[in-house]
Each structure stands twice: as C-alpha cells, then as structure tokens.
C-alpha cells in the first residue's frame, strides 16, 4: 500500500503541470476524477465483502466470467476500428492512384 501510494504522490507531482496536447487545460481532469473517486470506493469495499463472503471457486469463476466479457468486447471494438481504417486507408490509396500520373496498368509492354 505505501509503495502504490508513493508511485501515485510521484506521478501527480510529474504531471500536475504538464498541458493537454490538443487542449489549453491540463493533463489530468480534476473535476472528473473526483466525480470518479465515489464508486472507485465503493467498488472496492463491495469487492473485499464478496471476496470474504464468496467461496474461492465461485470468485474465480466470477472474474473469469468478467475478464472474458471485457476481452470480448475489447475485440469486437478493435475489429471493427480495424475495418474502418482499413476502408479508409483504401479510399485514399484508390483516390492517390487515381490522380497521380503513373498509368493504371503496372504490367509491362513489350
């Protein structure tokens, strides 16, 4: 506990100052980890509470069920942002090709 606590003190003191790269504010939002903060708690006390009052076999069942749903839907988000970037990456390939003055058909001439 104190060593997680030291890492955080020392990150906050590295970052408080820094900027937000696309935005005149600050890197860290204040208002918004601290509306955060509240349930972050209350996750872990009900947490600890199931952890004593649940049999070992049922939390690990519980956190694979949990783990696997977030793996699932991590995937289903990386698939389709790979879909879209690569439809975009082949429009603009089809629209640079289409416009630079190298001719259509690569294969040689005899």
Avoid: W
Avoid at 23 to 32: E, G, V
Avoid at 35 to 54: H, P, R
Avoid at 64 to 77: E, M
Wanted: hydrophobic share 45%.
């Amino acid at each position: 506990k104190g060593t997680i606590f030291g890492v955080a003190v020392g990150n906050f003191f590295f970052i408080r100052k820094e900027r937000h790269p696309k935005a005149d504010r600050p890197m860290i939002d204040y208002p918004t980890a601290i509306f955060m903060q509240g349930g972050e708690l209350a996750g872990v006390v009900i947490g600890v509470l199931l952890n004593l009052l649940l049999a070992e076999i049922v939390t690990i069942i519980l956190s694979a069920i949990v783990l696997g749903f977030n793996a699932y839907k991590t995937l289903q988000k990386a698939v389709a942002k790979r879909r879209a970037e690569t439809k975009v990456f082949a429009e603009a390939n089809k629209s640079r090709c289409s416009s630079s003055s190298y001719p259509k058909d690569p294969s040689p001439k005899a």
